[in-house]
């Protein structure tokens, strides 16, 4: 692979699936070339689905997100790992009693799958960490003695970021912490994650779409989740220059872990004979103005 920041396809494939922040936007900000990107995908009859690790919104507030930024999408085109833990629960334990450590949403779903959400440790059977603004003592000290003192419970995560970015260079922890401190004091190891890198987020976004994965595209801007799940499962990837990862992360793996294609800008994906046909360049992009 090239080591220039732009190693653009020379073809379409037959389905895109997109990271969402740092990926298709940032902050409430479109990045470079998304629009048109999307849009074009989909005037060609390509298949557009986008995935997020963040199980702070549902599928609808992401799509309303996505709306307001001018990429009307349906619901079903989005997963995130609010859908992913619910339905793996609803696959493997649809009688448990769950201790969620999550906001709203993940908690919001769960009950509407029926299942019974529970504060008492001896009554657990599974510890759920995820990205918690209100994660405090007393909910560490629950899920201690569900797994510890009870010896029932066991611990699943929704994802392993260990934080999310904000505009600006900033962030804040994320679900990896959480699980971190709950795996601290219980000697235990979390069983599942269930997001990214996780091929069942793959499952998710491919859904009802007769595409092979070999002929898909993953594209993101985090080494660890995005393009490690497309490597994981022979999936194309593209990095994006706009996030998390840089040029030199890149450099600095062996040849065999690097993604597909690396772009400084989303509309790259597209090969070069299509900005040609359509007339683009990087002057006349909507998302830039």
Same mark, same amino acid.
């Given at each position: 692979m090239?080591?220039?920041?732009?190693? !653009?396809?020379?073809?379409?494939?037959?389905a895109y699936?997109?990271d969402?922040d740092?990926?298709?936007?940032l902050?409430?900000?479109?990045?470079?070339g998304a629009?048109?990107?999307?849009?074009?995908?989909?005037?060609?009859?390509?298949?557009?689905?986008?995935?997020? !690790? !963040?199980p702070?919104?549902?599928?609808?507030?992401y799509?309303?997100?996505?709306d307001?930024l001018?990429?009307p999408?349906?619901?079903?085109?989005?997963?995130?790992?609010?859908?992913?833990?619910?339905?793996?629960? *609803?696959?493997?334990?649809?009688?448990?009693k769950?201790?969620?450590i999550?906001?709203e949403?993940?908690k919001?779903?769960l009950r509407?799958?029926?299942?019974?959400?529970?504060e008492?440790?001896?009554?657990?059977?599974i510890v759920?960490?995820?990205?918690?603004?209100?994660?405090?003592?007393?909910?560490? *000290?629950?899920?201690?003695d569900?797994?510890?003192f009870?010896?029932r419970?066991f #611990?699943? *995560?929704?994802n392993?970021?260990?934080y999310?970015?904000?505009?600006g260079?900033?962030?804040?922890?994320d679900?990896?912490?959480? $699980?971190?401190?709950?795996?601290?004091?219980?000697g235990?190891?979390c069983r599942?994650?269930?997001?990214k890198p996780?091929?069942?987020?793959l499952?998710?976004? #491919?859904?009802?779409?007769d595409?092979?994965?070999?002929n898909?595209?993953?594209?993101?801007?985090?080494?660890?989740?995005?393009?490690q799940?497309?490597l994981? $499962?022979?999936?194309?990837?593209?990095?994006?220059?706009?996030?998390?990862?840089t040029?030199?992360?890149?450099e600095? #793996?062996?040849q065999?872990?690097r993604? $597909?294609?690396?772009?400084?800008?989303?509309?790259?994906?597209?090969? *070069?004979q299509?900005?040609d046909?359509?007339?683009?360049?990087?002057? !006349?992009?909507?998302d $830039?103005?």
């Amino acid at each position: 692979m090239s080591h220039d920041p732009i190693t !653009n396809p020379t073809e379409l494939h037959d389905a895109y699936v997109f990271d969402m922040d740092g990926t298709i936007y940032l902050g409430d900000h479109l990045l470079p070339g998304a629009t048109r990107m999307v849009q074009e995908l989909r005037r060609r009859g390509i298949p557009v689905r986008f995935l997020s !690790n !963040n199980p702070t919104k549902d599928p609808e507030q992401y799509v309303h997100k996505l709306d307001a930024l001018g990429l009307p999408t349906d619901v079903a085109d989005v997963a995130n790992t609010v859908v992913t833990t619910t339905r793996w629960l *609803q696959a493997h334990h649809p009688d448990a009693k769950v201790f969620c450590i999550s906001e709203e949403p993940l908690k919001k779903a769960l009950r509407g799958a029926g299942f019974t959400l529970t504060e008492d440790p001896a009554e657990i059977d599974i510890v759920i960490a995820s990205y918690d603004r209100t994660f405090d003592y007393r909910k560490l *000290q629950i899920a201690f003695d569900a797994i510890w003192f009870h010896k029932r419970a066991f #611990l699943i *995560q929704t994802n392993p970021d260990r934080y999310c970015p904000f505009p600006g260079g900033r962030g804040e922890p994320d679900c990896a912490a959480i $699980t971190a401190a709950i795996e601290a004091c219980t000697g235990v190891s979390c069983r599942v994650s269930l997001g990214k890198p996780s091929a069942v987020m793959l499952t998710e976004a #491919l859904a009802g779409l007769d595409v092979e994965v070999e002929n898909c595209v993953m594209v993101g801007d985090r080494l660890q989740t995005d393009i490690q799940m497309a490597l994981d $499962t022979n999936m194309r990837s593209a990095l994006v220059l706009t996030g998390e990862a840089t040029m030199a992360d890149v450099e600095a #793996l062996d040849q065999d872990k690097r993604p $597909t294609y690396v772009l400084d800008r989303i509309d790259r994906l597209l090969p *070069q004979q299509v900005w040609d046909e359509l007339g683009w360049t990087e002057d !006349n992009d909507p998302d $830039t103005h």
